[in-house]
């Protein structure tokens, strides 16, 4: 299996803080989100993203993936933060409160025009409820469209829900997940808010990849070490991935029609989920 990414830990951080993106070609997060929106006051956003490209363009962020969060395509910023990334090396851009492919399209047109490469992606938030009850079509809007990123917090309000009510975006994060599913894209869980409570981020991890995301996206660097940790496979998931690879490829060469470990019966969709476990464990080390 080829083409795996880590994205266990994706951090957010404001695109104006030069000391915090310093720090941040060190930390062990899988993706970094360079953020010109919700982060940056807007008498700040001129120096934020001029900061931002100074960044790329200096480079040193690693095995990292650095994608810049632009802001919405109906702010007065939206055209100069696009104008302002397309010769530069970032991963992906961000797309705040994407809510329909037509919007995505023409965003997509826009970067080609501009000139950004093919390889530089659209990672697309659904955070209001016309973004989740769209996310099938977000996520097949254009080839660009790699990643779907939960926006919880605006969600949360979108959805008029109780503080901390993480209950109430069960529907809408197992939809997202079913879109991105569907079209084989990856997707990444909402933030915790609350930094003084370890035990909420570990419990919010374990649920994200119980419901299936690929990672979480967080706000602070003291939350990478959980999310790394519970988005990756566990030892006892390696070793038994490598029992179902090896006991199917000695079925299959022996010619046997079935293949049978611990009394269980081992199908096909049991060793595809057996490689993709092996590949992300052969990605976390290396």
């Excluded at 810049?68 to 939206?78: E, G, K, L, S």
């Excluded at 099938?136 to 959805?159: K, N």
């Excluded at 998931?237 to 490829?249: G, T």
Aim: glycine share 6%; proline share 4%; hydrophobic share 45%.
């Amino acid at each position: 299996m080829t083409g795996i990414r880590l994205r266990r830990s994706v951090l957010f951080m404001p695109a104006d803080n030069t000391r915090a993106i310093e720090k941040a070609r060190q930390l062990e997060a899988d993706a970094l989100i360079l953020d010109l929106e919700d982060a940056v006051a807007p008498d700040a956003k001129p120096t934020a993203r001029a900061t931002a490209v100074a960044a790329l363009t200096e480079g040193g962020f690693g095995h990292r993936e650095v994608a810049i969060r632009i802001n919405a395509t109906d702010t007065p910023w939206h055209t100069d933060d696009l104008e302002a990334f397309a010769a530069c090396s970032c991963t992906a851009l961000v797309i705040p409160k994407a809510e329909s492919a037509s919007q995505i399209q023409a965003l997509a047109a826009d970067m080609d025009r501009l000139g950004y490469p093919e390889t530089t992606a659209l990672w697309l938030m659904a955070e209001t409820p016309r973004g989740v009850l769209d996310s099938r079509a977000l996520c097949q809007a254009h080839p660009r469209v790699s990643v779907l990123i939960m926006g919880t917090s605006d969600l949360s309000q979108g959805l008029r829900l109780p503080l901390n009510a993480h209950a109430g975006l069960m529907q809408s994060r197992a939809l997202c997940v079913l879109a991105a599913r569907e079209a084989g894209i990856d997707v990444l869980d909402g933030v915790c808010l609350d930094l003084n409570d370890e035990a909420a981020l570990h419990a919010q991890c374990m649920d994200g990849r119980s419901l299936g995301f690929d990672g979480k996206t967080l706000i602070h660097p003291s939350q990478i070490d959980t999310a790394n940790a519970v988005f990756s496979p566990s030892d006892t998931e390696i070793n038994q991935a490598r029992r179902i690879v090896d006991a199917w490829q000695h079925a299959t060469a022996d010619g046997q029609g079935l293949c049978v470990l611990d009394g269980q019966l081992i199908e096909h969709l049991h060793v595809r989920d057996a490689e993709r476990i092996l590949a992300l464990a052969e990605a976390i080390t290396h």
